[in-house]
Nanobody, 121 residues
């Protein structure tokens, strides 16, 4: 079984920073693209940031210049550094990874359980 475990969420004031982490564990042969999504109350889940295995990144327009995605392949971990947080960044943040569990398997999507980020004064 593969598990993605997120950490680092919490309550922060507007303008503050948080760093989310997501570590993959279990039966893993290789990890491809990794990403962070978020879902605000009453809204659809949206892509926040994406990073390829070769560390090419892209971001939602709403977070460009404020958020930075990175990964440590040796640790099987993806990070999201969030700066200059705004109330509209409040959401549950989910990590997503495309993982191959054996060399014969295709890459499949795996999701973390989500971590709450609340930006409020």
């Amino acid at each position: 079984q593969v598990q993605l475990v997120e950490s680092g969420g919490g309550l922060v004031q507007p303008g503050g920073s948080l760093r989310l982490s997501c570590a993959a564990s279990g039966r893993i042969f290789s990890i491809g693209d990794m990403a962070w999504y978020r879902q605000a109350s009453g809204k659809q889940r949206e892509l926040v940031a994406h990073i390829t295995r070769g560390e090419i990144t892209d971001y939602a327009d709403s977070v460009k210049g404020r958020f930075t995605i990175s990964r440590d392949n040796a640790k099987k971990t993806v990070y999201l550094q969030m700066n200059s947080l705004r109330p509209e960044d409040t959401a549950v943040y989910y990590c997503n990874s495309k993982i191959r569990t054996t060399w014969t398997e295709r890459l499949s999507d795996y999701w973390g359980q989500g971590t709450q980020v609340t930006v409020s004064s």
